[in-house]
């Protein structure tokens, strides 16, 4: 379903000169990681497998590789996100099979709704197609707009969990193709424009006017839940790439301005279970977006970003999605495999 290019990766290592490397991957690429693992060895490459959650080229475990003594990262399923490394990183975007044309034809109605002018967006598996998804809309008759956003995203276009600047243009909709939920849904919140989603794989399209509109109440449930809360946990991320510790000391002013009793905590992996035994009514996560919205659930106190803080304490009056911003990107990096030493 995905490519690996494998004797790319091997000559990149040999350049290198590393001898021992640990492949990095997020849930769904795992059976690759392990054909990887198994390649490599064949080829006179010590390889390790982490077995750790990975939530994206945020979170290279670089560290880690240095602690087991290995050369190198292999970074699987993410473009390059610019981090200081501790061990030279191979980042490999492991670009989809799936041909997205046919879903995008089939949903030519729906796509018709959005407008003419359209962004177009999607994420690193499906980055590769992008210029034909494009001609495909020209010849259709649509103006095709494909944002270049910032630092944080290697190519135009591309979106991330935590950062939709490719989709902010100036366009009357949004399409986003590729699967999954969170991506198209933070679209939707970030712009505040119509976004139909089209996944390639089952080729079904989905409005998430909706859905975007569903989250929005349920997070405004969980700042009036947090209105009468008195001690907040302010929640830093100690992942390299969401490390944001001068927003969390910003929240932290904000609330002990407004009366509140506020105390930052550093955590690698967020999770309410490793939190109750602390004496909070409520938490705000200063990590990623994701943290706070997907996992809402699993919080017995209210769980909020920093955004949502102004929102309870009467700074602002519409709801925004927090991202995490990058700075301005400067050109971009090819397709395939990158090298960051």
């Known amino acids: 379903m995905h490519e690996i290019p494998d004797r790319e990766i091997r000559e990149a290592l040999r ?23 198994d390649f490599l060895e064949e080829n006179g490459i010590d390889a390790i497998i982490s077995g750790e959650v990975n939530y994206g080229a945020c979170d290279p475990a670089d560290r880690e590789a240095k602690m087991l ?24 975007p492991a670009f989809a099979k799936v041909d997205p044309l046919p879903a995008l034809e089939k949903n ?7 407008g003419k002018r359209i962004a177009l967006v999607t994420t690193a598996q499906h980055i590769h197609r992008l210029e034909d998804i494009r001609e495909f809309l020209r010849e259709k008759g649509f103006v095709a707009l494909v944002g270049e956003g910032d630092s ?22 949004v399409l986003f193709v590729g699967a999954g939920y969170f991506h198209p849904l933070g679209v939707a919140l970030a712009t505040g424009k119509r976004t139909l989603a089209v996944n390639p794989y089952s080729g079904d399209a989905t409005w998430m006017d909706e859905e975007a509109e569903r989250l929005i109440r349920k997070r405004w449930a969980q700042i009036a839940k947090a209105m009468d809360a008195q001690r ?3 929640v830093v991320s100690t992942k390299k790439g969401q490390l944001r510790l001068a927003e969390a000391r910003k929240t932290l002013k904000l609330l002990r301005e407004h009366g509140r009793y506020a105390r930052l905590i550093a955590m690698n992996h967020i999770n309410y279970a490793s939190l109750e035994g602390f ?3 409520a938490y705000v996560v200063v990590a990623c977006p994701r943290v706070p919205i997907d996992d809402a659930e699993n ?29 301005e990107r400067k050109g971009e990096e090819p397709f395939g495999i ?3 030493r």
């Open 108 to 114: 030519l109605d729906e796509i018709r709704k959005l």
């Open 299 to 327: 919080w017995r106190k209210p769980v909020l970003t920093p955004k949502e803080v102004e929102l309870l304490l009467g700074l602002r009056e519409e709801y925004e999605f927090d991202e995490i911003p990058g700075g």
């Open 15 to 37: 350049e290198l000169k590393a001898e021992r490397v640990l492949i990095q991957t997020p849930e769904g690429l795992k059976r690759e990681a392990q054909f990887l693992a």
């Open 338 to 340: 990158s090298v960051k």
């Open 152 to 173: 944080r995203v290697s190519w135009p276009g591309q979106v991330l969990g935590c950062n939709f600047s490719a989709a902010k243009v100036d366009a009357e909709g």
């Open 279 to 281: 004496d909070f009514d």
């Open 69 to 92: 003594g290995c050369d190198a990262l292999i970074h699987l399923g993410h473009s390059y996100m610019q981090l200081n490394l501790e061990v030279p990183t191979i980042f490999v």
């Open 232 to 234: 907040f946990g302010i």
